[in-house]
């Protein structure tokens, strides 16, 4: 089992910034990768960012390309997500999840674990 807790969420105007934390404790070897999710209401669940744990390229959703940056802390087993120049159609619950399966790093199906999300609201 893999836990996941996020952290740093909150309320933002448009253009601000923030940045979300997810640590990540228990059989954290059983996983290669972290992801980042976001859901708002009425919309299904997208991808937004993810990343290996020992490094390498980045992915991003192109929505969040050139304004959203993931990275990892291999020493604190956590992973973060600095969210630059926000704006309204960011506003979502925000999820981290653990990779435990084969599969692209984009898709939902590829994670097995997932923390229980932080909301993210930006203001116009």
């Known amino acids: 089992q893999v836990q996941l807790v996020e952290s740093g969420g909150g309320f933002m105007q448009a253009g601000g910034s923030l940045r979300l934390s997810c640590a990540a404790s228990?059989?954290?070897?059983?996983?290669?990768?972290m992801g980042w999710f976001r859901q708002a209401p009425g919309k299904e669940r997208e991808f937004v960012a993810a990343?290996?744990?020992?490094?390498?390229?980045?992915y991003y959703a192109d929505s969040v390309k050139g304004r959203f940056t993931i990275s990892v802390d291999n020493a604190k087993n956590t992973v973060y997500l600095q969210m630059n120049s926000l704006k309204p159609d960011d506003t979502a619950d925000y999820y981290c999840?653990?990779?435990?399966?084969?599969?692209?790093?984009?898709?939902?199906?590829?994670?097995?674990?997932w923390g229980q999300g932080t909301q993210v609201t930006v203001s116009s």
């Open positions: 999840a653990a990779r435990g399966r084969n599969g692209p790093l984009f898709s939902a199906l590829t994670y097995t674990y």
């Open positions: 228990g059989r954290t070897f059983s996983s290669d990768a």
């Open positions: 990343m290996r744990w020992r490094g390498g390229l980045p």
